[in-house]
C-alpha cells in the first residue's frame, strides 16, 4: 500500500528529489526517475542496472521513495503506477524479490530487487570498462566452514546464491547448466540453478579431494582422490615410511563405475617437490604432501595437472597415462625449456601455481601465486605457446594488478574468447576482468578467493538465475 509521509519518509523523498537534480544537470534522461529504498539499493538506482539487492527486515516493511517527473510513472511491486514523489512498502523476507517498473516515452523496462541473507558476506565492486563475461561464480569463503556460493553480475550485484551455505572451496559451473561443489568430506554435489542436488558423484576406494572437478564432453566425470599411503622420504632427510597424502585421477561414470585412473606416485617420485615446499604439511591432516594437486583439466587427449609443492603442470597423455611434457619446477626428462619469461630467466620459476588450462589454440594458461616460501614475489596470470618438436614453452602473456602483492594458495587464470582474463587473486579478497594490456574493466572485493570462474554470455540468463532463486526461496 502507499504511506502517507512520516518525517522520516519525507527525508527521503527530499533526498529523492535533489538526487533528480543531479541527475538533470550531470546529462541523464529527464524522464528517469529518482528511486531510493530503506534499507538502500545495492548499487545504487540506475536506469540500466536491472538486477539489485537490498538487506531488508523481514519485521520492517521496505520503503521505496520514487521521485518521477511528468509523463514517467513507476510501479512498486505491482501496485498502482504512479508519478511525482511517493513512498511506498514492502514487506519483503530473505530471498525474496520484488519489481519496479517503469515506464517513461520510450517504453517500459522492469527492475528487480531481492533480499540478502543477514549473513551474506560484505563487498565492493568497480566496473571501470566492458566486461566480455556475463557473470562471475565464485564462492564467498570464511575460514573452512560452510560458505555461500554466489554468481555476480558485471555490475557487482549477486544474482544467485545458494540458499543452503556449503563448506566447499569449489563452485564451478558445468558445460551441462549445473554447478559442481567439492565438499571438504564426502560425494560432490552438482546444483542446479534451482539450489538442488540432481546429482552427486565420489571417487572411488579413497577420500575425495576438494580442489577441482570436470565434466567430461561423453557425460564422464574427472575427480581425484586425497588418499594416505606410505612413501620413502629418505631423499627429505625423512623416515623411508612416512604417511603422506598421495592423488589419484579418476575417471567416473555418471553412475560412478570407475572407468580409468592414474597414480600420481607411481609416475612422480617425491625427489621431484621443491626443497622449500616440504616443511608444509597437508592443511587438514597435517600429514607431509609431496605433490598437493590443485587443479585438473580435460585436453582432448589427456590431463592438464596442477601440483602446487611441485612447482609444475604435467601433460599426462591418455589412456596410456605416459608424462607428455613437464612445465616448471625441478629438471625431469620430460621438461620444456621456458622462453621469454623473466621469471625463469632470472632463475625462478612457477612457485605454488594453481588453474592450469588448456585452451582451443594449443596455448596453456595458469595462475602463478608465486608464493614459494623461499621466493615469494607478486603473482600473476601467464599463457605460454608449446612446441613440442623443440621441447620449449614461450611466454605470450603476463597479467597484473597492482592490489594483490602476495597470494599465498589457491587462485585461477580464465583467458576470455574476447581476449580478456579473469582472475581470481588466490587466498586475497578480490578478482579482476583484466584487458590484454593489464588494464581493469571489473573488479570485486569481498572474501577469501579460491576460483572466480566467468561465465561467458548464452550460457545463462539473468531470467533462469531469478527463476532459480525464485524457486529456492519458493514459500
Not at 570436470?214 to 615410511?241: F, I, K, R
Not at 615446499?277 to 589427456?302: I, Q
Not at 621438461?335 to 589454440?361: I, N
Not at 602473456?397 to 587462485?411: H, K, L, R, W
Request: proline share 8%.
Amino acid at each position: 500500500m502507499v504511506k502517507a509521509l512520516t518525517p522520516r519518509r519525507r527525508r527521503i523523498g527530499l533526498l529523492a528529489a535533489v538526487l533528480l537534480v543531479i541527475g538533470f544537470a550531470t546529462g541523464c534522461d529527464p524522464s528517469d526517475p529518482s528511486i531510493t529504498t530503506d534499507p538502500g539499493l545495492y548499487p545504487a538506482y540506475q536506469s540500466t542496472v536491472v538486477d539489485y539487492v537490498n538487506r531488508c527486515d523481514p519485521q520492517d516493511p521496505t520503503d521505496v521513495s520514487v521521485t518521477a517527473p511528468s509523463g514517467t510513472t513507476v510501479s512498486v511491486d505491482g501496485q498502482a503506477a504512479r508519478s511525482g514523489t511517493f513512498t511506498a512498502e514492502v514487506d519483503q523476507d530473505v530471498g525474496d524479490r520484488f519489481t519496479l517498473r517503469v515506464t517513461t516515452g520510450s517504453g517500459t523496462r522492469t527492475h528487480h530487487v531481492r533480499c540478502l541473507p543477514t549473513d551474506f558476506p560484505q563487498w565492493h565492486a568497480e566496473r571501470t570498462g566492458t566486461p566480455q563475461a556475463q557473470f562471475y561464480a565464485t564462492s564467498l569463503i570464511q575460514g573452512f566452514g560452510p560458505a555461500y556460493q554466489a554468481v555476480f553480475d558485471t555490475n557487482g550485484v549477486p544474482v544467485w546464491w545458494s540458499q543452503e551455505k556449503n563448506p566447499s572451496f569449489l563452485f564451478e559451473p558445468l558445460p551441462n547448466k549445473r554447478f559442481a561443489l567439492e565438499l571438504l568430506a564426502g560425494p560432490a554435489p552438482l546444483l542446479s540453478a534451482t539450489g538442488q542436488v540432481v546429482h552427486t558423484v565420489d571417487t572411488v576406494g579413497a577420500n575425495s579431494d576438494f580442489h577441482d572437478l570436470q565434466l567430461l564432453p561423453n557425460g564422464n566425470y574427472v575427480l581425484v582422490t586425497a588418499t594416505q599411503q606410505q612413501a620413502d622420504l629418505t631423499s627429505w632427510g625423512q623416515s623411508a615410511t612416512a604417511t603422506v597424502i598421495n592423488h589419484v585421477v579418476q575417471i567416473l561414470s555418471p553412475t560412478g563405475e570407475l572407468l580409468w585412473s592414474w597414480d600420481t606416485a607411481a609416475h612422480i617420485p617425491v625427489t621431484e617437490t621443491t626443497a622449500s615446499w616440504r616443511a608444509e604439511p597437508e592443511p587438514l591432516t597435517g600429514l607431509s604432501d609431496p605433490w598437493h594437486y590443485n587443479s585438473v583439466h580435460w585436453t582432448g587427449d589427456g590431463f592438464l595437472l596442477s601440483f602446487r609443492h611441485l612447482d609444475a603442470i604435467y601433460k599426462i597423455n591418455y589412456p596410456s597415462g605416459t608424462i607428455s611434457w613437464k612445465l616448471g619446477g625441478t629438471p625431469r626428462a620430460e621438461r620444456l625449456t621456458v622462453v621469454g619469461d623473466p621469471v625463469f630467466t632470472g632463475g625462478g620459476g612457477f612457485s605454488g601455481q594453481h588453474d592450469a588450462r588448456l585452451l582451443p589454440d594449443g596455448t596453456v594458461t595458469l595462475y602463478d601465486n608465486g608464493s614459494r616460501p623461499s621466493t615469494s614475489r607478486s603473482p600473476r596470470a601467464v599463457r605460454y605457446r608449446l612446441d613440442l618438436t623443440a621441447r620449449t614453452a614461450t611466454l605470450l602473456e603476463q597479467i597484473n594488478d597492482p592490489t594483490p602483492v602476495f597470494s599465498g594458495c589457491c587462485g585461477s587464470a580464465r583467458k576470455l574468447p574476447g581476449g580478456n582474463w579473469v582472475v581470481g587473486w588466490g587466498g586475497t579478497p578480490w578478482f579482476t576482468e583484466q584487458r590484454p594490456d593489464g588494464s581493469r574493466v571489473f573488479y570485486l572485493a569481498g572474501t577469501f578467493v579460491y576460483r572466480a570462474v566467468p561465465i561467458l554470455p548464452g550460457r545463462f540468463t539473468p531470467s533462469a538465475f531469478r527463476a532459480g532463486m525464485d524457486a529456492q526461496y519458493a514459500a
